[in-house]
């Protein structure tokens, strides 16, 4: 019998972290007391992309979107949308602007402008369930790719597409396969390797492909290994990432099964295998020859790439490394053709991006739009704005190697070229927003500490260089910076930029560079003792004025009994022993605490 | 809580699992860091000599990542996600709330062996910033006044039971 | 599961789909079942029952099923809408059984609306 | 060949040569700090990096591992490449600030001091030479780095204190730090050039001893990683006169010759056997061989007495009579040992503070001037015990001498056991014939005494000359002698060689023994049985034939011959019994 409706639960990681699952096994549970479990369907998806208002839950095919679902909402939502048929209002999602909450999952603004091209399998499908996969479509291009195309043919689709990787690089695709092939090997052996060791802070959207719909990373993996001749296949993927590596491994035996992964492959005679490898925590590992000596079991050390790893890569051999989101849209490109892909996007960026947006913004998650939208309309239109109605201060994108856009360059086109001119890059995809709470010198140094930390440490100016940008920086925060830091800043940076062995090294500076460029007053202020979003903890004082009305939380807040005051009677800070911990301005409900 | 024996017979078969291939060295350092908590160092040993890799070479491995400690964990590791959305809202100060709860720095353990408290670089669940993972909970929208009924879950009692709320 | 060849490949997924098309939202029509107190209490969800088993036998994939509260009509439960693609929709009355089948076989898979049954053509103002 | 351009000068390579080797060409030199001739570029320390000219493209690169390109232009001296330097060196500047490689260094791009930093105890730059050299080219794999970013340093396996167990003490680590971060801490101070006697751990390449000639390195086969494993061979790499050959083997020489001089030495008795004294066991139970390396201005201590800890002892033992006038081992006197070990105490009292025991049986100081010695140490206060040492213990834990060794004896001259402390014994060892002494012996048919030594013909009257003509003793192969004796017997014996030589032909003794062809059924029952192997056998006429020069007239091959074709000359049946007849003639008629 078929189902009359379709729950799909999304599973992503932020959803399981909400109790997604145990909402599924309620929704089940009240299905069956009621009779329900034969029409109507449970199903677990991959990630939506709306994180922020997890767990998600949508009625198919009505449409109808439901958010922040808990268990104990089970039973009303069963009985009023399942049994009556009256779809549960409060419930759904209320977009910032509107009065009233939106039910259909395409009214909402934050879904309406996305265009999904990787992701087009988010939400309709169980990750963990190949049959979904194909029904939708899946193994199509695969097939078409093995039968009716010649590798050459593929490399020309792929070209013409004008796919570029999405790791943030931006190298053509096609053109890194057709070297691949051209590249000498001695015995004709190629890898192809998959990029999923998503290190970039505030970047999840190769999590999420993998966790929604890994089967899209396989078959687009298979058809690049078919275009190239690899017949063994790695995918590195984060260890803090167990949920999409736990699918990616069901997924694989999956297509094992069923003939479209292994041996003599939809008895083509085509072979390629995938070997899954775990990554154990250091960001360089997303950089490729590190990667490469993490997959031969050595640590991730980068090397010169004066010679491409297209040419030599892993244990010598010529290599193809791209990443998910790359992979995930090839099948697409193959089934859909070039210039359907080519003509989306701007003239030399191609397709559509993923990006997860997050930071102090009111929709966080996962989108994926067109190349050339504006980043007004990321982060306004979809994003709905600032969170908190704070004010927009700048947006950073492309991780730690990425660089800062302040407001009047929000009608920036995403594009990896126009980003790249601004100072950032794209980057995997990351973009986080800040607002007037966010001190731009403590985020350029945050980034500097997170490159710090995760350097391998093998050249002078990344090891050396980025310490030495940290140790101003930290100088600049405690208010004992100098202008002569600032050319120091800009000095260093220029050095570390040209001379690192890597990529990391290379884009470190990023942050600190568009931070000093669009945000110098910034500096300037912390520089004559002021840290004016009140971040930095040697630039602030917490007061306590007027209004306060002797609730007591903060005295009971306070971690080192800093704050003095009776119950009902106006309290009062001893500075010597505050640590600024903000303790009390977080709990204060009168706004009787200020930052100074 | 004790800290199990290491067992030569046990790292072998962790070798074995992955083939004995060089390649799978951090996949059997991972599998090593599960079984004991720690990477320890008769595990490194046999690890070296059932692989045919240098000491050195495994050591760098086991130091080179964040993953891997060399010294004993707690039974809960707590880690405080830094990555930059949690960053913006507010994790240093989420890191230092813990720091102060349990009266260690990081990268430390509880005296009674019960907590470890860690950093680590986005769990890409920004969505959810700041978060905070116990094992393998993850906690989301932490905030300072949040640490002490989080961590009080954990203390002295068993594993806290799922499906509870966050918020 | 033995290892697929690409025909086998079109076969399974044309196969897999259809069962999956009203996941996907599309459909050729949709039939609500009103289920208030006073439609369950005259036999809709045995309506319901019958007309999910007739579809599943004739294999009909596109068509959602969907249950709505009371429609005001309490005497004449219980009552159907049927609303294809682009029509005015159609509500039925007194249903049963056999009588939501024929709706079935005659309105939503060939198109002729059951007039015996029929109510009225095209739905309340709303407003 | 390609050609390409630095700092306007054109240069020709081979594809793919790094540019720091094109620029060597022109004489322009790029200053490194993690590279090495022979390892594996690097790159790390990012002070060679130069401006590379592609098209419109311009980039930085590092001159140690960019492969030279057709066409290229490179800058090594421009103003980007200048603060590209500048400011890297500043950063290790800032790193390691007392290091004089760095300091000169920066100080050539106008850094006298960093604004990054200040470490005056820091010396590593983290080049990784060291691990690259102990691990890709030593393969020894004892140096790895550890960590990562700026927590990043080179370790010993789990960062504990070095132990020689894993360390070959090659020194090739320090040999390639461009810092001074490495040094060789000898812990002992008494190092191994030495490959008879090691006192501590050695390298693979060495010179045999100080007064080796020639007086060149060797490498030890047991010891190199090329010979044992193929990899490394960095000594061929860095030798220019590329005099390195890992080909060459040992070669056997047929030489022709008329005289032998068989001089082939003795060995030292091998003290452990006597596990009581603890050589090889304790540390500081050294043979007499050893000691002598020790106070060799040229061994392994310079001439220094240390123990194993590096320290100075602060008394000595040495034992006589290791093995020799001992029943169990050896009846002989060694002859040498009484006045050698009066020549350790003479000289441990001249080089250090330390008490000198000698422990005796009898003191044997019979040569010229020997007597006189011995009165002589007697006045310098060293120590006389008459009476073997029994056994040397370490003193152990609760003993107030813990730490010490203890020699524990009767002193027969106060009829009182005694247990004396010291911190070092040395074990005079006897003189014993070579291990394979029989088969030298069987190879020039020499006889050898009891005692296992070469028999000379006559202990008086030809102490030198052996049962064979043209072959001598001499040395210890023939008996225990010290090096005055052994001189003059050496010279003896060249005496006698020159003057066979000088006087051109050799008389000889008139009896030998003659094969009569007729009778001989070439049995060659005599060619094997003949001690000095003088009877061949003629395969063209199938009879034995004497060589009569080696031919002694012994007459066993005559006894011996079942054909009675083998006769004496001169000696022949007829002719003794004509003798005995003529003599008996004589006496019939008086």
């Known amino acids: 019998m078929p189902y009359r409706l379709h729950l799909m639960v999304c599973a992503g990681t932020g959803c399981v972290s909400n109790h997604a699952l145990e909402l599924r096994d309620a929704l089940s549970a009240e299905l069956a007391k009621r009779g329900l479990g034969k029409e109507i369907e449970v199903v677990t998806t991959g990630c939506n992309g709306f994180c922020g208002v997890g767990p998600i839950l949508l009625v198919q095919p009505d449409g109808i979107f439901y958010q922040k679902v808990q268990v104990k909402d089970v039973p009303l939502l069963v009985e009023e949308h399942l049994v009556k048929g009256r779809p549960v209002k409060s419930l759904m999602f209320t977009p910032p602007e509107a ?260 930071g102090r913004v009111k929709n966080t998650g996962l989108v994926e739009v067109p190349m050339g939208l504006s980043l007004r309309e990321l982060i306004f239109d979809i994003g709905g704005g600032i969170a908190d109605d704070g004010e927009f201060k700048a947006v950073q994108t492309g991780g730690p190697s990425g660089g800062f856009i302040p407001e009047d360059l929000l009608d920036l086109p995403v594009d990896y070229e126009k980003l790249y001119e601004a100072g950032s890059m794209m980057g995997s995809g990351g973009v986080v927003v800040m607002d007037e709470t966010s001190c731009m010198v403590d985020v350029a140094r945050f980034f500097v500490d997170f490159l710090q930390s995760e350097s391998c440490g093998k050249c002078t100016p990344c090891r050396e260089g980025i310490k030495a940008l940290h140790g101003i920086l930290s100088r600049i925060c405690d208010g004992k910076g100098s202008e002569a830091d600032l050319a120091m800043l800009e000095e260093l940076c220029s050095v570390i930029a040209d001379t690192s062995l890597c990529a990391l090294g290379g884009s470190a500076p990023n942050p600190v560079l568009t931070s000093i460029r669009y945000f110098r007053s910034e500096y300037e202020a912390h520089i004559q003792g002021k840290c004016p979003a009140g971040v930095c903890r040697a630039l602030i004082t917490f007061r306590i004025n007027d209004k306060c009305t002797g609730c007591h939380l903060c005295f009971k807040a306070c971690p080192t009994s800093a704050v003095l005051g009776e119950p009902k009677q106006m309290h009062t800070i001893i500075q010597e022993k505050c640590i600024k911990c903000g303790a009390c301005y977080d709990v204060c409900k009168f706004d009787a605490v200020t930052k100074e | 809580m004790a800290i199990k024996q290491v067992s030569e017979e046990k790292v072998r078969e962790i070798v074995r699992r992955w083939g004995g291939r060089e390649g799978f060295l951090v996949e059997m350092l991972q599998d090593v860091q599960t079984e004991y908590r720690y990477i320890p160092e008769a595990a490194i040993r046999t690890l070296s000599k059932e692989v045919g890799v240098p000491v050195g070479q495994i050591y760098h491995l086991a130091t080179f990542f964040k993953r891997f400690s060399l010294k004993p964990r707690g039974e809960y590791v707590i880690s405080v996600c830094t990555g930059t959305a949690c960053h913006v809202k507010g994790a240093p100060r989420v890191l230092d709330a813990c720091a102060r709860e349990l009266g260690i720095s990081v990268g430390e353990t509880t005296k009674d062996g019960t907590f470890t408290l860690e950093e680590v670089r986005c769990l890409g669940c920004c969505g959810l910033a700041a978060v905070v993972t116990v094992n393998d909970d993850i906690h989301g929208h932490v905030t300072t006044s949040k640490v002490p009924r989080l961590l009080k879950r954990y203390k002295g009692t068993e594993k806290a039971s799922h499906g509870e709320a966050d918020d | 599961m033995a290892k697929l060849t690409i025909s086998e490949l079109q076969k399974l997924r044309e196969k897999l789909a259809q069962e999956r098309q009203t996941r996907e939202g599309n459909a050729r029509g949709q039939i609500i079942i009103h289920m208030g107190t006073c439609g369950i209490a005259a036999g809709a969800r045995k309506v319901m029952t019958a007309l999910l088993e007739a579809m599943d036998k004739q294999n009909v994939r596109d068509v959602i099923v969907n249950t709505s509260g009371c429609a005001g009509m309490c005497s004449k439960e219980p009552m159907a809408t049927v609303q294809m693609a682009q029509q005015a929709p159609v509500k039925y009355i007194s249903l049963n059984e056999e009588k939501i089948v024929r709706i079935l076989n005659e309105h939503v898979l060939k198109g002729s609306v059951v007039k015996e049954y029929a109510l009225a053509m095209g739905s309340e103002r709303v407003g | ?131 690259r050299m102990c691990s890709d080219i030593v393969k020894a794999n004892v140096l790895s780095f550890a960590y990562s970013g700026p927590r990043r340093k080179v370790v010993t396996p789990f960062e504990r204190e070095m132990a020689t167990d894993v360390c070959i003490a090659c020194g090739a680590c320090a040999h390639v730090c461009p810092t001074g971060a490495i040094t060789i801490e000898d812990l002992s101070q008494r190092r191994g050039e030495v490959p008879e006697m090691p006192l501590g751990p050695k390298t693979a390449i060495s010179i045999p001893f100080q007064q080796a000639v020639p007086k060149v390195p060797y490498i030890d086969p047991d010891a190199c990683i090329k010979m044992q494993t193929g990899g490394c061979g960095i000594c061929a790499q860095v030798c220019e006169p590329e005099a390195i050959n890992y080909t060459m083997q040992d070669e056997v020489v047929e030489l022709d010759v008329g005289q032998i001089l068989v001089a082939t030495g003795y060995q030292i008795f091998e003290a452990s056997q006597m596990a009581q004294y603890g050589y090889g066991k304790l540390d500081n139970v050294l043979s007499a061989l050893e000691f002598e390396k020790m106070l060799n201005s040229t061994g392994p201590t310079g001439g220094r007495v240390l123990m194993k800890n590096g320290k100075e002892p602060r008394a000595i033992g040495l034992i006589h009579c290791i093995g020799s006038r001992d029943a169990r081992y050896h009846k002989y006197c060694s002859r040498v040992c009484c006045m050698y070990a009066l020549k350790f105490a003479h000289l441990v009292k001249d080089r250090t503070n330390a008490e000198v025991y000698q422990f005796y049986i009898d003191m044997r100081a019979f040569g010229k001037g020997y007597e006189e010695f011995y009165s002589r140490i007697l006045d310098e206060g060293v120590n006389m015990i008459r009476g073997k040492a029994a056994e040397v213990v370490e003193a152990t834990w609760g003993n107030e001498r813990e730490g010490h060794l203890l020699v524990r004896c009767e002193d027969t001259l106060i009829g009182k056991f005694r247990e004396v402390p010291v911190d070092m014994v040395v074990l005079c060892a006897a003189i014993e014939p070579n291990a394979d002494q029989d088969r030298i012996g069987q190879i020039f048919s020499l006889s050898r005494s009891p005692d296992g030594f070469f028999l000379e013909r006559h202990p008086k009257l030809d102490p030198m000359g052996t049962v064979n003509d043209g072959i001598y003793l001499a040395g210890c192969c023939q008996g225990p002698k010290d090096i005055p004796d052994t001189v003059a017997q050496a010279q003896g014996a060249a005496a006698r060689i020159l003057a066979l030589i000088s006087k051109g032909e050799v008389f000889l003794d008139p009896i030998r023994a003659c094969i009569d062809e007729n009778l001989c059924g070439g049995c060659k029952v005599c060619n094997n049985l003949c001690p000095y192997s003088a009877i061949t056998f003629d395969d063209v006429k199938k009879v034995s034939i004497v060589n009569e020069t080696l031919c002694k007239g012994c007459g066993t091959c005559v006894a011996a011959c079942p054909a009675g074709a083998i006769t004496g000359s001169g000696f022949t049946d007829e002719q003794i019994f004509a003798e005995i007849e003529g003599i008996l003639a004589d006496a019939g008629n008086k």
Not at chain 4, 7 to 15: C, Q, S
């Open chain 4, 1 to 131: 060949m390609i050609k390409l351009r630095i700092d306007g000068n054109e240069v020709e390579v081979n594809a793919g040569t790094p540019l720091l080797k094109a620029a060597q060409k022109l004489n322009i030199e790029i200053p490194t700090l993690c590279y090495y001739e022979g390892i594996e570029p690097y790159a790390a320390c990012r002070v060679c990096m130069v401006e590379v000219v592609r098209g419109r493209r311009r980039r930085m690169v590092t001159a140690c591992n960019y492969p030279a390109t057709d066409g290229i232009e490179v800058f090594t001296e421009n103003e980007r490449v200048r603060r590209a330097r500048r400011l890297n060196l500043e950063m290790l500047l800032g790193r390691c600030s007392e290091v004089p490689v760095i300091r000169e260094l920066a100080a050539k791009y106008g850094v006298e001091k960093s604004r990054f930093g200040y470490d005056p105890k820091e010396k590593c730059i983290l080049c990784g030479l060291c691990v």
């Open chain 1, 99 to 358: 009065k009233e909450p939106v039910p259909k999952m395409r009214d909402i603004p934050f879904f309406g402008k996305q265009m999904l091209v990787a992701l087009r399998n988010r939400g309709m499908i169980d990750p963990e369930k190949i049959e979904d996969y194909i029904a939708r479509g899946g193994y199509q291009a695969l097939a078409k790719a093995l039968t009716t195309m010649t590798p050459k043919q593929i490399i020309e689709e792929i070209k013409a597409s004008g796919l570029r990787g999405r790791g943030g690089g931006g190298f053509p695709t096609g053109i890194k396969w057709e070297t691949c092939v051209h590249a000498h090997s001695d015995d004709g052996v190629r890898y192809l390797v998959c990029n999923a060791d998503e290190g970039d802070p505030g970047a999840f959207m190769d999590r999420s492909i993998i966790e929604g719909d890994p089967h899209s990373v396989i078959e687009g993996m298979v058809i690049g290994a078919y275009a190239i001749g690899a017949h063994q296949g790695y995918i590195y993927v984060r260890h803090e990432y167990p949920l999409a590596l736990r699918r990616f491994t069901i997924a694989l035996d999956q297509a094992r099964e069923y003939g479209l992964l292994g041996k003599d492959i939809l008895g083509t005679g085509f072979d390629f295998d995938i070997e899954v490898h775990r990554g154990a925590g250091a960001f360089v590992c997303g950089e490729s020859t590190a990667l490469m000596a993490s997959i031969e079991g050595r640590v991730g050390e980068p090397r010169a790439k004066y010679i491409h790893t297209v040419e030599v890569g892993l244990y010598n051999k010529p290599t193809v490394l791209n990443n998910v989101e790359t992979f995930a849209n090839v099948p697409v490109i193959i089934e859909r053709g070039a210039k359907w892909f080519a003509a989306i996007g701007t003239e030399h960026s191609k397709g559509t991006k993923v990006f997860s947006l997050a």
